[in-house]
Nanobody
Framework: EVQLVESGGGLVQAGGSLRLSCAVSGITVNDYNIGWFRQAPGKEREGVTCASMRLHTTLYTDSVKGRFTISRVDDMNKVALQMNNLKPEDTAIYYC?????????WGQGTQVTVSS
């Protein structure tokens, strides 16, 4: 069974930082594209970042470039999202996603709230 479990969300003031983690089991992160999505209240889910750990490539949506960083955690089957200089508009439920050309898996999400 494939599982993606996010953690690390919480409440932070604007300008602060949070580090989200996505623990993956049942698949190997090197074999999939791993991404983070978010969904704010009343809005559609949007892609935040995506990475190929095998190819060492990353993509970020413009609104988080220079502030967010996706990385693999210490050769573990875990991916982190470091979020710095957080803004109120970053408030959302953040979801971890793993996909290849055939299937996609989602975590249950973790809430990030940024106060002004």
């Amino acid at each position: 069974e494939v599982q993606l479990v996010e953690s690390g969300g919480g409440l932070v003031q604007a300008g602060g930082s949070l580090r989200l983690s996505c623990a993956v089991s049942g698949i190997t992160v090197n074999d999939y594209n791993i991404g983070w999505f978010r969904q704010a209240p009343g809005k559609e889910r949007e892609g935040v970042t995506c990475a190929s750990m095998r190819l060492h490539t990353t993509l970020y949506t413009d609104s988080v470039k220079g502030r967010f960083t996706i990385s693999r955690v210490d050769d573990m089957n875990k991916v982190a999202l470091q979020m710095n200089n957080l803004k109120p508009e970053d408030t959302a439920i953040y979801y971890c996603n793993a996909r290849d050309g055939y299937e996609a898996f989602w975590g249950q999400g973790t809430q990030v709230t940024v106060s002004s």
